[in-house]
């Protein structure tokens, strides 16, 4: 199995909604990332988790809260968002940090009213 | 700072050609360099990476060509067919620290 599933495909919300974005894999890796990806534009990273700790936050706002419940699964939780961050939101994993080869799920594509 | 510069933006190229997509970096400590493709609607996939003691990599119509002392690499997909329309990333890695990636190529290929 070498995939990486993420639900939901597409998300709706408003401004003050609560949503969580959810992410599996069972190809035993134990590195898993948050990406977000604006219309024509690289993904950007959000969040890395290296053995279920946080390793890296790259300067995130507080409205997006990641969670890493085991080695298979990874959340982003959404709170308060504004439509500025309507993007697709992409999972990826990867075996470690050393050299990175990522396979991405194929997104959540959220939209902020 | 982008430190992977990625060109051109977009390009067409009739089917049985050439595309020919280019990367140029600063950052010296990078010793890796993989090739994303992306379809509509889907996640990048990894098609193809290269470490910087090789001057060129294939993998059946991809190929990869290293420059070292230019710092900068290259991706050619030779027989272009309509299903490799895609936009194609290019990217670079110090070991240990995050993936950076360019800012992306749209690849038209017309039947």
């Known amino acids: 199995d070498t995939e990486v599933t993420q639900t939901p495909k597409h998300l709706v919300m408003g401004m003050t909604n609560k949503k969580s974005l959810k992410c599996e894999q069972h190809m035993g890796h134990r590195a898993m990332y948050w990406y977000k990806q604006k219309a024509k534009k690289p993904p950007e990273l959000m969040f890395v988790?290296?053995?279920?700790?946080?390793?890296i936050n790259e300067s995130v706002p507080s409205r997006f809260s990641p969670e890493c419940p085991n080695s298979s699964l990874l959340n982003l939780h959404l709170h308060a968002l504004q439509p500025e961050d309507s993007a697709l939101y992409l999972c990826?994993?990867?075996?470690?940090?050393?050299?990175?080869?990522?396979?991405f799920g194929s997104g959540t594509q959220l939209s902020v009213l | 700072q982008q430190q992977v510069k990625q060109s051109p933006q977009s390009l067409i190229v009739q089917k049985g050609g050439i595309s020919i997509i280019n990367c140029a970096y600063e950052n010296t400590a990078f010793d890796y360099f993989p090739w994303y493709q992306q379809f509509p609607g889907k996640g990048p996939a990894l098609l193809i990476a290269?470490?910087?003691?090789?001057s060129e990599k294939k993998e059946g119509r991809f190929t990869i060509s290293f420059n070292k002392s230019a710092k900068q690499f290259s991706l050619h997909i030779m027989d272009s067919q309509p299903g490799d329309s895609a936009t194609y990333f290019c990217?670079?890695?110090?070991?240990?620290?995050?993936?950076?990636f360019g800012g992306g190529t749209r690849v038209l290929v017309k039947p």
């Open positions: 990217a670079a890695q110090a070991a240990g620290n995050k993936l950076t």
């Open positions: 290269i470490r910087p003691d090789v």
């Open positions: 988790y290296s053995y279920e700790k946080l390793s």
């Open positions: 990826a994993s990867s075996q470690d940090t050393t050299l990175i080869k990522l396979f």
